[in-house]
């Protein structure tokens, strides 16, 4: 076990023990890739790391001592083409097993890794690649993707190599071919060359809804912050089975493919699958017997849709969420089938989880949970002042400046002011909001940007949202605001139908009334729109921006 090497404690009596003794020590010069997927190797030359599938019959397992050697090789073969500590690399990679390989390399150098997803675009390359000023770009053999990023080198004057895995292709490096011209052993690097703690080591690139993708960087201590994800929420276990289902151009990677699950020794399980389909998801997961699975509220919702009861899912002992709320009727359809209640997590891609349901106490169905024991977490007002019991509040972490939180992003890349501004004040604010019950679980309400406010009441979405899935007709929905010259802002929802409905006056005035039987009736959606699907990220986070700036700019021009 390596997790001694890093708690005092593991094991505690109760929630309260956990939040006042938790503590994690970081050494000054933690790199994961030797203090973590080497050290494995030297203590099991057996122990499994990971196994790999996709759709096309590929299957590899590797331990991590295959992790360690294939890693070393690759390090050999980025230093020999230049890539030093603090530079910078770029993946595109989808769930490929070379990004495992590739990313401990990239932290045994001490670089700095920035991952992509498959949806980047020549204008998304540009951006990330000069903003990061990227020495090297590593991609997947994807038509869309090597089209992608072809035309955009001429572009980037700091990218000096772009390497292929999967397949070769012309003109590029391919991977496979050069590695295994290096050798398998990689002297831990020392004097000016070796990484500190406080080192950057991992960029991601925000969602950009508020302007240009922000470039959230997180230090080489970033991983032990997931101890608490992986160990504590996920509740993964040694030696056992893992998924998280998201692609690794997401920070939620990161949270369940690779950090805490491996500090932990738990086997990574990873499906790189060409599209989500529920029936081929459902069947990997019984056929791979996993002991626990995370997966965003979506793909839960898309999964119901099918059979469930047909599929073995009986090794799975521990069922997690992230990403958007857990509405309440996925979680009472899912625990029908399964026999268990879907653990929520909540956090951002500037931290580890900050919230979640904890193995002591009883889950509340819709809430988020508790705070995690590395965050001092409060919620307040806009003048910074802490909300009461059942009011509304930014969630805010206090103090970063002077006790910065292990896991919690250390900065904005290239950025001083930026930091300055967010993150050296008397809180970092997330500019999520939330709500305090009396035993303390907290209730997520919404991005600020997505709070509705109508007619001087403020309408979180999540709430409607879950009203709307009670009903037979309705598959997943989206609450959103819409102009409205006298509210300021009226309720929208925007709907899938599931496929034996069909939409109409009649039904619309049906869900309208089943919402106000079950929430608040000023909550009702006074305008419902049915669509064939929802805009969302390729994590499964619904685009509710997408629909709120879409919708406002028709009002613009009708107006007009």
């Known amino acids: 076990m390596l997790l001694d090497r890093f708690l005092p404690r593991i094991e505690f009596a109760s929630y309260e023990d956990f939040k006042e003794n938790y503590r994690v020590n970081v050494p000054e010069n933690f790199n994961f890739g030797f203090d973590i997927v080497d050290e494995w190797a030297k203590q099991d030359e057996q122990k499994k790391a990971l196994i790999w599938c996709n759709d096309h019959g590929e299957e590899k397992t590797f331990t991590f001592s295959d992790i360690s050697r294939l890693s070393n090789q690759t390090a050999n073969y980025f230093r020999a083409i230049g890539i030093r500590k603090g530079d910078v690399v770029m993946l595109i990679l989808r769930r490929r097993?070379?990004?495992?390989?590739?990313?401990?390399a990239l932290h045994k150098l001490g670089a700095v890794l920035i991952p992509g997803t498959l949806q980047l675009t020549k204008k998304d390359i540009v951006y990330r690649a000069n903003a990061a000023k990227a020495k090297a770009i590593i991609c997947i053999h994807d038509d869309f993707v090597i089209r992608q990023t072809e035309m955009s080198l001429p572009d980037i004057p700091t990218i000096q190599h772009h390497i292929v895995v999967g397949e070769k292709q012309e003109g590029w490096e391919f991977f496979e071919e050069e590695i295994a011209k290096y050798p398998d052993i990689f002297a831990r690097p020392t004097g000016a060359e070796a990484n500190k703690s406080s080192d950057v080591m991992l960029v991601y690139f925000t969602s950009g809804t508020t302007g240009m993708p922000k470039m959230v960087q997180h230090s080489f201590a970033h991983p032990l912050g997931h101890i608490v994800t992986a160990k504590y929420w996920h509740q993964v276990q040694e030696n056992k089975l893992h998924m998280s289902v998201t692609d690794s151009g997401w920070a939620k990677f990161g949270w369940g493919k690779i950090y805490g699950q491996w500090i932990c020794g738990a086997v990574v399980f990873a499906y790189d699958m060409d599209k989500f389909i529920p029936a081929k998801l459902l069947e990997k997961m019984s056929q791979y017997k996993l002991t626990t699975f995370c997966a965003p509220p979506t793909m839960y919702r898309f999964m119901l849709l099918e059979d469930v009861a047909s599929y073995d899912l009986s090794s799975i002992q521990h069922w997690t969420t992230a990403g958007e709320p857990l509405n309440p009727e996925v979680n009472a359809k899912w625990f029908r089938f399964t026999g268990h209640n879907i653990y929520q997590g909540f956090g951002q891609t500037e931290g580890t989880v900050l919230l979640a349901d904890f193995q002591w106490d009883d889950i509340k169905v819709g809430s988020t949970g508790k705070p995690s024991p590395l965050y001092d977490i409060k919620l307040l007002d806009n003048d910074g002042?802490?909300?009461?019991?059942?009011?509304?509040?930014?969630?805010?972490?206090m103090d970063?400046?002077?006790?910065?939180?292990?896991?919690?992003f250390t900065g904005y890349y290239l950025h001083p002011e930026m930091t300055e501004?967010?993150?050296?004040?008397?809180?970092?604010?997330?500019?999520?909001?939330?709500?305090?019950d009396s035993e303390g679980y907290y209730w997520f309400v919404g991005r600020n940007d997505d709070v509705i406010k109508c007619s001087g009441y403020r309408i979180g979405p999540f709430e409607v949202e879950s009203a709307l899935l009670e009903h037979d007709a309705v598959v997943e929905c989206a609450i959103t605001g819409v102009p409205d010259p006298v509210r300021g802002q009226v309720v929208k929802a925007t709907i899938v139908l599931k496929k034996n409905y069909q939409p109409s006056e009649e039904l619309i005035k049906e869900l309208q009334n089943h919402v106000k039987k079950s929430t608040a009736p000023y909550k009702y959606p006074r305008v419902i729109e049915f669509v064939d699907e929802l805009p969302k990220t390729i994590s499964g986070k619904i685009k509710r921006a997408q629909i709120r700036h879409e919708d406002e700019e028709a009002v613009r021009v009708k107006d007009c």
């Open 97 to 104: 097993w070379e990004y495992w390989i590739c990313a401990v």
């Open 385 to 397: 002042k802490e909300v009461g019991t059942g009011e509304e509040g930014s969630i805010c972490i």
């Open 400 to 408: 970063v400046k002077h006790h910065p939180p292990t896991g919690l």
């Open 421 to 436: 501004e967010r993150l050296l004040g008397k809180y970092y604010d997330t500019c999520d909001m939330a709500w305090r």
